[in-house]
């Protein structure tokens, strides 16, 4: 089982940058899928990025598609965000399953997940 730890939260105006970062460890398999997901209380978890760590394809949700990129150095993830905007504003969860997950951004999918970092974006 995968342990998960997120960082780099907090709150910036529109238009300014975060960088979010999910330390993986207890992973013994060199291939399967990492993503980062959001959620807005009341709401259901929204996938936006997903990285495949055999190869390192990425996938991104179309809200967030040009803004965000996604980096996997060594046993941590990171989301680096840009041109935020105040519909960003969510809490940011990472997520691990397995390689053969076929619906990426489907959060029953994945089989580990860290406690979530806020992300709060004023206008």
């Known amino acids: 089982q995968a342990q998960l730890v997120e960082s780099g939260g907090g709150s910036v105006e529109a238009g300014g940058s975060l960088r979010l970062s999910c330390a993986v460890s207890?992973?013994?398999?060199?291939?399967?899928?990492l993503a980062w997901f959001r959620q807005v209380p009341g709401e259901e978890r929204e996938g936006i990025a997903h990285?495949?760590?055999?190869?390192?394809r990425t996938v991104y949700a179309d809200p967030v598609k040009d803004r965000f990129t996604l980096s996997l150095e060594r046993n941590t993830l990171f989301l680096q965000m840009s041109s935020l905007k105040p519909e960003d504003t969510a809490m940011y969860y990472c997520a691990a399953g397995p390689w053969t997950i076929e619906s990426i951004f489907r959060p029953d999918e994945y089989t580990d997940w860290g406690q979530g970092t806020q992300v709060t974006v004023s206008s």
């Open positions: 207890g992973y013994t398999d060199n291939s399967n899928c």
């Open positions: 990285i495949y760590t055999g190869n390192g």
